[in-house]
């Protein structure tokens, strides 16, 4: 079936830590996967995406990587900012342009 | 390009009455998703629209419907309103990107109060 699991949060770090968000989904075939952001009172952006195994998305200084062997998509970053806190949802196509979302892991980031 | 519109962004309604929603996707984008987010449900999937029809529904009872109009915008309408349908619901128009898989931008969302 379809399932996206996520890192449970909240996650806090302090500027410059180095993040990941882990992500994991169940598949039949090779979906999108895709990482958003949600910023506080905001509707959610597209951060990232991949469409295909081996494929790595980037933004912003994220990048994630789809692989299929572990069926992952984590979410990294090499030095965060305060302005990076929000809410990070993983999410993969399911079928005609509708998304499984996971749970959301709150991220804050502190000075 | 303007974004994804939707109005009003709050919303108080009592128990038993109906809402309507509307989504104003970007321009040139013909599908039209609704979702709804709930901090226990989290993000879940309501309905598509895709050029005025419905191509995909969510597991939500039938008093959640939907509609396309011809020039993409949508509505969605929740009847014989619950305390539980208290949420934010957020509207996406999609496209397939470069390299394939569904490109998808998101309203702000009206923020509903049952009460």
């Known amino acids: 079936g379809n399932s996206v699991t996520q890192m449970e949060g909240p996650v806090t770090l302090s500027e410059e830590a180095f993040l990941t968000i882990n992500c994991t989904y169940t598949?039949?075939?090779?979906?999108?996967l895709f990482w958003y952001v949600q910023y506080p009172g905001e509707g959610l952006q597209l951060l990232l995406k991949a469409t295909k195994a081996d494929d790595k998305g980037s933004n912003k200084g994220f990048e994630a990587t789809y692989r299929k062997e572990t069926t992952s998509f984590h979410l990294e970053k090499g030095s965060v900012q305060v302005s990076d806190s929000a809410v990070y949802f993983c999410a993969r196509e399911t079928g005609a342009n509708n998304l499984f979302f996971g749970t959301g892991t709150r991220l804050t980031v502190i000075p | 390009k303007a974004g994804v519109t939707q109005t009003p962004r709050y919303l108080i309604k009592t128990r038993g009455q109906q809402v309507t929603l509307s989504c104003s996707p970007i321009?040139?984008?013909?599908?039209v998703s609704w979702y709804q987010q709930t901090p226990g449900q989290g993000l879940q999937f309501l309905f598509e629209y895709f050029s005025e029809t419905q191509r995909n529904k969510g597991n939500f009872p039938g008093r959640f419907s939907g509609r396309q109009f011809s020039n993409s915008r949508s509505e969605m309408n929740v009847s014989t309103l619950e305390l539980g349908d208290s949420a934010l619901y957020l509207c996406?128009?999609?496209?397939?990107?470069?390299?394939?898989?569904?490109?998808?931008?998101f309203g702000q969302g009206t923020r509903l109060t049952v009460v």
């Open positions: 598949a039949t075939g090779y979906p999108s």
């Open positions: 996406a128009s999609s496209f397939t990107g470069t390299g394939g898989g569904t490109e998808a931008f």
């Open positions: 321009s040139g984008h013909r599908s």
